[in-house]
């Protein structure tokens, strides 16, 4: 297999580019920060937002955590049934989605002037995917009401082509393989129980009313260009 | 928010380009075709072959069915407790997941000249962020022994935007937010129970042995533009 | 195989006992009624305990929703990728397990007078099998702290014949097979996050005080007796 | 709370005596012996029934192994997004029903003169509870096809206070609270991947053909006298 038969000129300039972002510590667990988190919103009270912003921040360190653990744990005697490896693993998946997700929600929510316009990329494709723009509504709203504390994620989807929903329970539990996620939008009870008791559906209203379409328009962006890549053009 | 200031020359160009892509009919379901599988390995005998192409073949017919279902499927008295929304969209993301999972499988192994170049892109990334392409290994197949009844896949992580390894659980538990799948392994007990018995670890050694690299090197190729959009460039 | 020769006296005098239990209408489904709740105690809001009954009451309605469509759901072409029968079935135990835990949990807390004497079985068994009541308690907080989105149970295990702690996820995730639970707390964000937001410590530390043990005592006798009769006594 | 006020007589007696039943080292860890076990049946290769005695053995294992982990484990620093308390706990349960699980299975199989008298006890409740025992078994067989890589049981359900069957995935999910098993197959593909590839349903059929209902009748005979108790007798 020879490098320069291989790929295309593209390619190779994009290789030649990507070798240059040097991963200096290659053995060192990968460290994540949290992000500076600001959500105003008449629709949620200071103490949920807080409080939640506290729940985001452990996710990072628990990913850090087992990232950091990965790094040193025996990996010769690795069993299915029951291991150090195994458990590990599993969790880091569970806290990183955990941490992800709550960045993607937190900033594409709390938008009061939020509008999308009709010549917007976001409505476009969300209008060619579903139907209509109404139909992604329904859709996104019904793939909420679903979700037994999880998530409901409008993703790009890498196998069929197309944006689509998907209910997500928990972080990590009925996610699709190859999603690139463009909204997202937190069902757990401690996202709405302080201000809205058991009425999700009044909660999940009030957030749809102020997604923040100018963070979600940039993501479509991005997420039209991969698919671009993975229909290899 | 307008169209022209969002984005840039490049973006309106995809976009129109993308807009050509018509899709002709939203409403109907996503109708998947079963791809054309031929493994041909000594490490597998033709009767688990071709059992497990019927299985894969299930997925693809039962994905369409959900798929097909949830065009009707009542979505205004739809809970997280009990509603045949619900089932019928966790079982589309099982089904497809199924579905993708063992077409990337099928198409990565039983490359009988297997052969991986020191100067390829697949070994320059697995070098880059598991350490070595030997750490990379290690890591695999312990995650590969850790999977219960599911696969163990690389891929790149665009949240922490490195390549990583994962073990899922099923077709959709354990599995990472924001993954593009480049090495894909099944390890279901129906992928080597026939000719192994309960030894994975043979079957785990035998499947790496017949990689097959050139198929990896174009999945490589683009993920790394991917994770080039991610970035930002 | 004959029934006189099979079975003790004792057996089948038992059995002819039971037979008089009549069950009038086989092919109906079984349909649960909601218990009368009624839970007072300073540590919960009485928003907090509305809320939460409702919530339970709706594991009834869909626990009897499901298990009705099962009368009548098709049978002959159930497969275990999709199908109505797996998914209704599924969430039957899902929904019988919510209704189930919520009225031992209901009936187990909120004793302002709780007190546990020395000479209650509850205690000698919780002391035997765990080393020391305190023993019991540290376990317990220990698994609640650990369940996510889920419960916490002690309970009669018919296999190690002792009994034990569990931690259960949601409502029907690491349940042990052949158990017959005496303690249940709630540990679904639900029950305690409109007046303890994150702090499900504090949380579990009040409702440990206020312990029904008058009700617990009597679960822990029938859990003897049952013992006894899985031991061959 | 006075224990000569509690308790009834009998109860008194069944504690006295049970109190006898000494635990000698109640800090130490639950230690499970695998039992023997043999399996003679046409319907399945010795080399399968060997892999698969071996997989119970393991489950035995890692259950004492996990059990005795969690003597010495840190309970203070518990928390559900990672912890080892918690992850050590989930895993004993899975491996405990593992372990329990198959020694059931392993007992209730492989009869060649299989035969289920009219009188018999196991009959009169499978007809009382399903409608006809006809209705059983077609339930039964509908469970074992819905089943992903896990289990179908017969219990007495503590909670309706009747006999239903249930679909278990893996090991430990959905599984009913307060079930006491009477029959089980295993429907995990190493059941029966060796023989009947991808072909549960012959397996299935195959072994209901040979049910072990000596074994059977003598569970429900206790299932029977645990009703008693459950219903206040």
């Known amino acids: 297999m020879n490098f320069d038969d291989l790929l295309t000129e593209e390619a ?4 030649r580019e990507t070798l240059d972002v040097k991963k200096e510590n290659v053995n ?3 460290a994540a920060q949290p992000k500076q988190v600001s959500v105003k919103t008449d629709f949620l009270s200071s103490a949920n937002v807080q409080n939640h912003v ?3 921040e452990d996710y990072i360190e628990k990913f850090n955590n087992t990232s950091a653990k990965l790094d040193s744990v025996d990996k010769s005697s690795v069993n299915s049934n029951h291991s150090g490896f195994r458990s590990i693993k599993i969790d880091e998946t569970f806290n990183m989605n955990g941490a ?9 929510i709390g938008d009061a002037q939020s509008r999308i316009s009709m010549d917007s990329l976001s409505f476009m494709r969300l209008n060619r995917d579903f139907g209509t723009f109404d139909d992604w509504q329904r859709d996104f709203i019904a793939c909420g009401k679903a979700s037994r504390c999880g998530w409901v994620v409008t993703y790009l989807n890498m196998y069929t ?4 929903n998907c209910v997500i329970d928990l972080h990590s539990e009925n996610v699709p393989v ?3 996620p463009v909204i997202v939008m937190d069902l757990w009870q401690h996202a709405y129980y302080r201000d809205y008791l058991k009425d999700s559906d009044a909660y999940l209203s009030a957030m749809m009313k102020q997604l923040r379409w100018s963070v979600i328009e940039k993501r479509f962006e991005k997420a039209d260009r991969i698919l671009n890549i993975i229909r290899g053009a």
């Open 12 to 15: 190779k300039k994009i290789i």
């Open 28 to 30: 060192e667990a990968f």
């Open 54 to 56: 506290e729940l985001y």
């Open 100 to 108: 992800y997700l709550h960045e993607l929600y937190f900033s594409n």
């Open 161 to 164: 082509q197309s944006y689509m």
């Open 178 to 180: 190859g999603m690139y």
